[in-house]
């Protein structure tokens, strides 16, 4: 089974570029399928990182940020892959 778990957070105004600096220097203990780092307007930061892992594994996530960095707790999401 594919999981992917999306990892996204807003940063302080004008900050964007310090939280990508951030989350580009995060490592994970693992090495999933695939990663990508994406951005929008308001600053805000995703990651996605796809596991071959059953959907309640325990998998490696990015940390919480500094709270000066971000404008509020991280949400994350887990999904499965259902196929295209």
């Known amino acids: 089974m594919t999981v992917a778990v999306m990892w996204e957070a807003r940063a302080v ?3 964007g570029e310090d939280l990508l600096a951030w989350v580009r220097a995060q490592q994970l203990p693992g090495t999933p399928l695939r ?3 994406l951005r929008a307007p308001q600053d805000r ?3 996605i990182t796809w596991w071959d892992a059953a959907f309640d594994a325990d998998l490696p996530q990015l940390p919480e ?3 000066d960095l971000v404008t509020r707790a991280v949400h ?8 295209g």
């Open 13 to 15: 105004a004008g900050r």
């Open 35 to 37: 990663r990508e780092l």
């Open 45 to 47: 930061v995703l990651v």
């Open 65 to 67: 940020p500094a709270e």
């Open 76 to 83: 994350r999401w887990r999904f499965e892959s259902v196929g």
